[in-house]
């Protein structure tokens, strides 16, 4: 039998609907094989390099602080005019008059010798009179005339129980002792020393030059500087009966 290619075409169509209609209407019973594998997988590592951080920080550049500059002052300030203030006449006052010091000198030191150093001297309280101080020492200063502002000053103190009771200082210039051979204090005065009782005197002499001049009463004029270092402190007791 020849079939024609028409019929053979709708042949063909037919089936493939049966065959459709057959393969989604009845669920497939057949499994899947399962394949075990047989391979080993693999596993791929990739190197990482860490690089560590420097151990000291860079410090980031200083950036300059920008400055502006500052502009001088256009303004001109005018100057402050001085206030003239009226002075007050002062009176002219009295010049002031000084001194002319004397000129210094160092003459030495003299050495005492008499009252001897501790000795008694006995006097009697009644009356006006008594006996005399005789005061007498070595001078470095020789024996012949001196400058006649060139003496010697004797300072006298009396104490009883440690208590001042008296005292004097007197001048003589150097050619009056000289002259003399002593300085005498006189009786009145040694009376005075004691205050009426019994005292300890103590004495010692000093070379001084004065600016005027020494007096025959034991005083002297001017101002005065000392020649010299004060001499050994002598003692006499003084005592009244």
């Not at 094989?33 to 200083?62: D, G, K, S, Y």
């Not at 002219?92 to 000198?105: D, G, I, L, R």
């Not at 010798?113 to 470095?140: C, L």
Request: aromatic residues 8%; hydrophobic residues 35%.
């Amino acid at each position: 039998m020849k079939i024609t290619q028409p019929k053979w075409i709708v042949i063909l169509g037919a089936m493939v609907l049966v065959l459709s209609a057959c393969s989604s209407g009845a669920p497939s019973t057949a499994m899947t094989p399962t394949r075990a594998a047989t391979q080993t997988p693999w596993i791929i590592f990739v190197p990482v390099t860490v690089t560590p951080e420097p151990a000291t920080i860079t410090p980031l550049p200083t950036v300059p602080v920008r400055t502006t500059p500052t502009r001088p002052p256009t303004r001109t300030v005018a100057p402050v005019r001085a206030t003239a203030t009226p002075t007050k006449p002062v009176a002219p006052s009295a010049p002031v008059v000084v001194a002319t010091p004397v000129p210094a000198c160092n003459l030495g030191t003299v050495t005492p010798y008499f009252p001897e150093n501790g000795v008694r001297r006995t006097i009697n309280i009644v009356g006006t009179s008594g006996p005399a101080f005789e005061f007498k020492w070595h001078t470095p200063l020789g024996s012949g005339p001196q400058d006649p502002t060139i003496g010697y000053r004797i300072d006298i103190t009396s104490k009883r129980g440690g208590q001042t009771v008296g005292g004097d200082v007197v001048y003589v210039s150097h050619n009056k002792y000289i002259e003399r051979g002593m300085y005498s204090y006189e009786g009145p005065k040694v009376r005075r020393l004691g205050a009426g009782d019994s005292a300890m005197v103590t004495w010692y002499v000093t070379i001084v030059k004065v600016s005027g001049s020494f007096n025959d009463d034991g005083t002297k004029t001017g101002t005065e500087i000392s020649c010299g270092s004060p001499s050994q402190t002598m003692l006499i007791d003084l005592y009244f009966e």
